[in-house]
């Protein structure tokens, strides 16, 4: 079968495509035929070896993918051949015509949902809730500020809050992406390659700030964050990619605090939680995933470039 694989870590061209072995199911295993495959910033992370997690080479990346189970392999209860799923992770790798995922890594895909939709569903679903949930402790009415609605998370954090009865404010940097933010349920929105647009959410709230701050690129924003912040007020970090200064008075005051997140700790019951609100929202039409581009799998060099570069609107998703 074709797959894309990594013999050295680096930039996007070493990605390779090559003819690899059908993979098949030990027990407790499925074997899932890929239909499309989600491209996410840490895939490109991991690429160039700079993560805090090294697969041993080579290794086949991504974690994302939807597709129907071809095989199951002893003990398994949760899916049968045929089923449509999309995976949360997979034990070798998802830019690949095949997958091979644990049990417990593929969840049911409701009809109504298309397979590019499906490989659009786990990190950014999984992480947006996450963030605005478990660890923000969102409530309804609260204001939520998604710094960053364009891209895979943010559209998620969108429609979530929108669909919790919270008041959304999101940003993108380019009128396509501030476009779909609104469309996908933000009530304002805001540029953030705009001076002063910070401003706007100040005079948005009435001067109150927001109770939730789902911050995507944390190294840029976090010290203006902070002064943004209603009383009791919660950022959480769900990007960054450097270094960042910021005055702790700026919560002190109104007894805030900065949460960090990674999903990839998220414990096995939260996951749970996760993924059934995630069904529930699929298949009552509130959550839908938006593919801003697809791709074939050939082209996961391209993919992996393009999910870098500013513009964002929805998902990457690569077809096998
Ligand atoms: P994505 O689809 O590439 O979207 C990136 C988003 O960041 C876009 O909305 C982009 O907006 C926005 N952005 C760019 N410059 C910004 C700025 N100055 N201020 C605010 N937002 C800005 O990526 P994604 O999948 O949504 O992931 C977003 C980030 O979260 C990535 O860094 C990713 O690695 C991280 N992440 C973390 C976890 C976790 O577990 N903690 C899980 C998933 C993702 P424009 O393109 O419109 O400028």
């Given amino acids: 079968m074709k797959a894309i694989r990594v013999h050295e870590f680096g930039g996007p061209d070493v990605l390779k495509l090559e003819e690899v072995p059908h993979p098949s199911a030990s027990p407790g295993q499925v074997v899932v035929g890929v239909k499309a495959i989600g491209v996410n910033p ?23 993918a ?18 449509r799923v999309y995976v949360a992770g997979s034990l ?12 417990t890594q593929v969840y049911r895909l409701p009809a109504k949902i298309h397979f590019a939709q499906g490989a659009a569903v786990n990190v950014p679903y999984a992480t947006a809730y996450r963030a605005i949930f478990q660890i923000g402790e969102a ?43 609104l469309r996908e349920g933000a009530h304002h929105v805001l540029d953030h390659t705009a001076a002063g647009y910070l401003e706007q959410l100040r005079s948005l709230t009435g001067g109150r700030g927001a109770d939730i701050i789902i911050e995507m690129l944390a190294n840029v ?18 990007g960054n990619r450097g270094t960042v200064e910021i005055n702790a008075r700026d919560i002190m005051g109104k007894d805030g605090s900065i949460r960090g997140m990674s999903l990839l700790v998220a414990p096995a019951d939260d996951l749970a939680g996760i993924h059934a609100a995630i069904y529930a929202g699929l298949e009552n039409g509130t959550l839908r995933p938006v593919v801003g581009q697809e791709m074939p799998l050939a082209e996961a060099v391209r993919a992996h470039k393009a999910v870098m570069e500013p513009g964002a609107h929805g998902k990457i998703v690569l077809l096998p």
């Fill in 139 to 181: 409530r309804a009415g609260e204001i939520v500020f998604v710094h960053g609605a364009s891209g895979g998370v943010g559209v998620a954090a969108v429609q979530l809050a929108r669909a919790a009865g919270m008041m959304v404010i999101g940003t993108a940097g380019t009128s396509k992406g501030r476009e779909l933010a």
């Fill in 66 to 83: 939807a597709g129907v189970v071809e095989e199951v392999g002893q003990g398994v209860t949760r899916v049968k051949e045929g089923d």
């Fill in 221 to 238: 924003n976090l010290g203006k964050d902070l002064p943004l912040l209603a009383a009791r007020g919660r950022v959480v970090v769900v």
């Fill in 92 to 103: 070798t790798g998802t830019y690949a015509a095949k997958t091979v995922c644990a049990e």
């Fill in 42 to 64: 840490v895939d490109t992370y991991i690429r160039a070896g700079t993560y805090a997690f090294k697969p041993s080479l080579p290794y086949i990346p991504g974690m994302d």
